[in-house]
């Protein structure tokens, strides 16, 4: 394949032109270039493994030594370990607990108590503990998320 660039100042705003061989190949490169891809972990269910896509996911959190990823309906698991998918995952997920990662575009609510604070997640049942050392991390981020 070629690439080839060439500027005009006189153009008003960019132009992207592709030649392919026939009509099946340009509706491939076009479909490919429009439609926005969103970054995916892989995860297993059973035997079956899938590629989800983050925004999709609530919290991931490790129980009985298995790393499992839930979302709104259902519950994955993964052979990554905790603290490589901390390292790894964008700046919209953060620890909050020694065994759990939340994604903070999901969090609804937080409610706190003397002991421990309850995240809960938009549109689920689901909910999860932060711990106290991460509790005042977790709400300046979240404010910084949401522009307060």
Do not use: W
Not at 24 to 35: F, G, I, P, R, S
Not at 62 to 91: C, N
């Amino acid at each position: 394949m070629k690439i080839k660039i060439e500027t005009d100042p006189d153009l008003k705003e960019p132009e992207l032109v592709i030649r392919a061989k026939d009509q099946e190949a340009a509706a491939a490169v076009k479909n490919a270039l429009a439609a926005p891809t969103a970054p995916t972990l892989p995860v297993f269910q059973d035997t079956l493994e899938r590629f989800l896509p983050l925004p999709t996911i609530l919290f991931i959190e490790t129980q009985d030594r298995t790393l499992q990823v839930h979302t709104k309906d259902d519950i994955f698991t993964s052979k990554q370990k905790l603290y490589e998918l901390a390292e790894s995952l964008p700046g919209s997920f953060m620890q909050v607990a020694k065994s759990v990662i939340i994604n903070l575009n999901q969090v609804s609510a937080i409610n706190r108590s003397l002991s421990d604070c309850l995240v809960e997640f938009q549109n689920s049942h689901k909910q999860v503990y932060a711990s106290r050392r991460y509790y005042k991390a977790l709400v300046d981020r979240l404010n910084e998320m949401r522009g307060l």
